[in-house]
């Protein structure tokens, strides 16, 4: 069985910092791309960053020098360190594993950026 769990969420002001995880089981984690993903209310759920079971990493441009993926693959965990965070950054935040067919999701963290 298949679970990501996501943690790190929470309630954050303007330029502050928070760090995501998400702790994979059941799947070969080296051998997937993992990713962060995010939906805001009314909005369609966006990539946020992704990276490869290669360590190739991609950002939305509206997080780049922002945000910073990793992995650790002894740990079987990914990271989303969250710089200079802004209100816009604000939603609900998902953990990807992809690989070639198949695809799971976390259930999501809620990040709140407010004054």
């Known amino acids: 069985q298949v679970q990501l769990v996501e943690s790190g969420g929470g309630l954050v002001q303007p330029g502050g910092s928070l760090r995501l995880s998400c702790a994979a089981s059941g799947i070969t984690f080296n051998t997937y791309a993992m990713g962060w993903y995010r939906q805001a209310p009314g909005k369609e759920r966006e990539l946020v960053a992704v990276?490869?079971?290669?360590?190739?990493?991609n950002y939305a441009d509206s997080v780049k020098g922002r945000f910073s993926i990793s992995r650790d693959n002894a740990k079987n965990t990914v990271y989303l360190q969250m710089n200079d965070l802004k209100p816009e950054d604000t939603a609900v935040y998902y953990c990807n594993a992809n690989r070639r067919t198949w695809a799971y999701w976390g259930q999501g963290t809620q990040v709140t950026v407010s004054s």
């Open positions: 990276i490869t079971s290669g360590d190739t990493t």
